[in-house]
């Protein structure tokens, strides 16, 4: 039987509950525990996957195909094990099933309620997997006090309950505001936001308290004083440079003794911080630098593109080097020549996206880099975008284009050399798909098998010709247009095992130019970087040497 630690959150949201949670159970594993990481999002849409990257960053796909949290992203990159549905849930989720088994009579006719029917269908996601690991840790996102979190939190106060004491704890972050007219820590929001918690019969058992200032002993008792907490279990989490920092410093300041305190396991097994030392070596001590432009349509915010950030970050350590990344709005290249803006970068990737906007711009990108020949990796909407530029500037086919931007017109406007795959293999069956269905959750998601062709770059890279990765589009390159192309000298170097549809590219005549329907970055770790991202960053440092 698992144990349960609940990750709660106050005073302002972003205080980084994920990040503390991931470098939890990262520091879990270093004690010899096994983990799994979860969470529960109080927002009432079904999943992310049709939410704005601006309203809510990144979506992060699993293997098992689930949109969720990009805090999943989080999760997997610090313990490296891999998410799965059951392990994202929201209110919007609970809500459709609890409205479903309503009508299919499964409630016997009984009003529904949010006590006991929407409670219960939370604790039993809960309970899901409850003897695979040591520990499960739920973080539950927003606030504590936000009216739309209340049903999980009581949720929470019911399974706490009815587990074995001992079996459950809760931590709590909360933020340490500074007054830089009196020179003061607060710690008045902390004990308000404590205060809220017990007023729905939740206790914490550990808190963390964000600060942008050292946090004085006497200030590290008064909380704990007025929180009932142990003074021990009052953990400080400064601001860090890096967030793969965050385990070491969280041990440092006691994070992981103090839940294993809680949990009364004494004596504890002694921590083996070897990979953390070995990732902050890497990125603390670089031999170098490279600049990569990332060509995207949401680069005004980063968060779209934090798993990109990150396997970026992770490359530049598989090769001892900072990777600057620079983000460029692609509807600049629809007005303006590349050559000012990208000429001093040693790379370029394209990352994914929908829909017309900033296309061209991408597409011009794709084409400057394949004609300087600098490294060039574009991923899902980024590989199509460099097939349609191959397709009008090498194979001549002028008016090349996607069937999505057609769609999105009301009108024909191009020859689709990408178009909507209207039924595909996925495990036994058969999948369809129309251009009318919901949007959400009609893609192509989840980890897909592709063979690669021996010989080609990327089975070099990956060192094999069978390869599974993650995908999330509803578009797909044509594979008819496959020898028109290859004639010109691009290379479809991987295929799905029925070769039908094209998963990778690549240029035969450039040093190194691929393009990917899947998303690699969804599986990068800083102690095992994604193999794509690994030798991306090696070209870029082969042409910053050339410079």
Not at 503 to 514: A, G, L, N, T
């Amino acid at each position: 039987m698992a144990r349960y630690i609940f990750i709660t959150g106050g005073v302002v949201s972003s205080l980084g509950k994920g990040l503390a949670s991931a470098a939890l159970g990262a520091l879990l594993q270093a004690r010899g525990f096994t983990v799994r990481l979860r969470k529960l999002d109080p927002y009432l849409n079904v999943d992310p996957g049709t939410m704005s990257p601006f309203e809510h960053g990144e979506v992060f796909v699993t293997d098992d195909g689930a949109e969720t949290d990009l805090d999943l992203g989080h999760y997997e990159r610090f313990t490296g094990v891999p998410a799965r549905k059951t392990d994202s849930i929201s209110s919007g989720r609970i809500y459709s099933n609890v409205l479903e088994k309503e009508r299919r009579g499964d409630y016997l006719g009984k009003t529904i309620q949010v006590v006991p029917h929407v409670t219960n269908e939370i604790k039993d996601f809960l309970r899901i997997g409850d003897d695979e690991v040591d520990f499960m840790l739920c973080e539950i996102g927003g606030t504590v006090g936000d009216i739309e979190g209340l049903p999980f939190f009581e949720a929470i106060r019911q399974f706490i309950h009815e587990r074995p004491r001992g079996q459950c704890i809760l931590m709590h972050l909360t933020l340490l505001p500074y007054l830089a007219a009196s020179g003061e820590l607060k710690t008045k929001p902390t004990q308000h936001s404590v205060k809220e918690l017990q007023s729905i019969g939740l206790a914490p058992d550990v808190l963390v308290c964000r600060s942008e200032h050292p946090i004085p002993e006497k200030e590290i008792a008064k909380i704990a004083l007025f929180c009932n907490v142990r003074p021990d279990a009052v953990i400080p989490a400064y601001d860090l440079k890096t967030i793969y920092q965050a385990p070491l410093a969280y041990h440092q300041e006691g994070l992981d003794q103090a839940v294993l305190d809680a949990f009364g396991i004494n004596p504890a097994p002694r921590p083996n911080l070897a990979r953390w030392e070995d990732v902050m070596d890497r990125l603390t001590h670089p031999e170098g630098m490279v600049r990569v432009a990332i060509v995207g349509k949401y680069t005004q915010l980063e968060d779209a593109y934090k798993s990109i950030a990150e396997a970026l970050t992770h490359g530049g350590m598989a090769n001892r080097v900072k990777v600057k990344a620079e983000w460029i709005d692609a509807e600049i290249f629809e007005r303006e020549d590349p050559t000012p803006r990208l000429e001093g970068f040693h790379a370029i990737l394209v990352p994914g996206g929908f829909g017309e906007r900033g296309t061209e711009g991408k597409i011009r990108a794709a084409q400057w880099a394949r004609e300087k020949k600098i490294p060039y990796l574009g991923i899902c909407l980024g590989m199509q975008m460099a097939v349609i530029e191959a397709a009008r500037n090498m194979a001549g086919i002028k008016d090349a284009g996607s069937e999505e931007f057609d769609h999105e017109a009301g009108g024909k406007r191009f020859t689709p050399v990408v178009y909507l795959l209207k039924e595909w293999i996925q495990g036994n069956h058969v999948v369809e798909r129309k251009l009318g269905d919901d949007k959400g959750g009609t893609m192509r998601l989840g980890a897909y098998d592709a063979r690669l062709v021996p010989d080609s770059l990327v089975a070099k890279i990956y060192g094999s010709t069978r390869i599974e990765e993650r995908h999330r589009h509803r578009y797909e390159v044509d594979g008819k247009y496959r020898e028109q192309l290859e004639a010109c000298g691009m290379v479809f170097s991987g295929l799905s095992p029925d070769g039908r549809l094209p998963e990778i590219v690549e240029h035969k005549d450039h040093p190194w130019f691929v393009g990917v329907q899947f998303h690699p970055e969804l599986k990068s770790k800083p102690f095992a970087p994604h193999p794509l991202f690994a030798d991306f960053v090696r070209a870029a440092v082969e042409v910053s040497r050339l410079v």
